[in-house]
T-cell receptor
Framework: GAGVSQSPSNKVTEKGKDVELRCDPI?????LYWYRQSLGQGLEFLIY????????KSGLPSDRFSAERTGGSVSTLTIQRTQQEDSAVYLC???????????????FGPGTRLTVT | KQEVTQIPAALSVPEGENLVLNCSFT??????LQWFRQDPGKGLTSLLL?????REQTSGRLNASLDKSSGRSTLYIAASQPGDSATYLC????????????FGKGTHLIIQP
């Protein structure tokens, strides 16, 4: 079956512009995660969605970052007024709904490589 | 705050060798631990997930163990092959999923033909 898809695969933008990154999770997966992978920094958790529930935004790096999930499926991560330090690979993952034993296996998309010039 | 460390940062071995990758975490109150591989320019591929109540999981030539009390996990790769060359990441779920996974920085593995 289809895995997690992300678009675009690559995005080059000028400093100060806004960008939108899209994630389409695996069908039937109600949990969706965004992570950022910066060179030398490792993978950093940004935000989590469970179905249509309002997410905890405390993991987002700044108020220039926002995310939404429409209809409990597709999610978009928006970065306003991009800065050079926003350059990174943005990865999306999905899984089945959380249970009492914690999260299920997370499946990752191929990522969007964002370069801010 | 959970911190995950992976040792070694890089490893190069001849084909056919058995090898062990190490992962340690500071907060033993985890729900599960997951091992991934990442190929250059690609996303992450899940290899194994160990629930906190389990001691090990096996998939083919891979075996992952978990010792919560000591805050350690190991990934054992048997009879290594050049196709195993990748970066291996371990990640701890400390918040039941809602806090995402906390990742180590990975072990860059090269298997020499």
């Amino acid at each position: 079956g289809a895995g997690v898809s992300q678009s675009p695969s690559n995005k080059v933008t000028e400093k100060g512009k806004d960008v939108e990154l899209r994630c389409d999770p695996i069908s039937g997966h109600t949990a969706l995660y965004w992570y950022r992978q910066s060179l030398g920094q490792g993978l950093e958790f940004l935000i989590y969605f469970q179905g249509n529930s309002a997410p905890d935004k405390s993991g987002l790096p700044s108020d220039r970052f926002s995310a939404e999930r429409t209809g409990g499926s597709v999610s978009t991560l928006t970065i306003q007024r991009t800065q050079q330090e926003d350059s990174a690979v943005y990865l999306c993952a999905s899984s089945l709904a959380l249970s009492a034993s914690g999260a299920h296996e997370q499946y990752f998309g191929p990522g969007t490589r964002l370069t801010v010039t | 705050k959970q911190e995950v460390t992976q040792i070694p940062a890089a490893l190069s071995v001849p084909e056919g060798e058995n090898l062990v990758l190490n992962c340690s975490f500071t907060d033993s109150a985890i729900y599960n631990l997951q091992w991934f591989r990442q190929d250059p320019g690609k996303g992450l591929t899940s290899l194994l997930l160990i629930q906190s109540s389990q001691r090990e999981q096996t998939s083919g030539r891979l075996n992952a163990s978990l010792d919560k009390s000591s805050g350690r996990s190991t990934l054992y790769i048997a009879a290594s092959q050049p196709g195993d060359s990748a970066t291996y990441l371990c990640a701890a779920d400390s918040g039941g999923g809602a806090d995402g996974l906390t990742f180590g920085k990975g072990t860059h593995l090269i298997i020499q033909p």
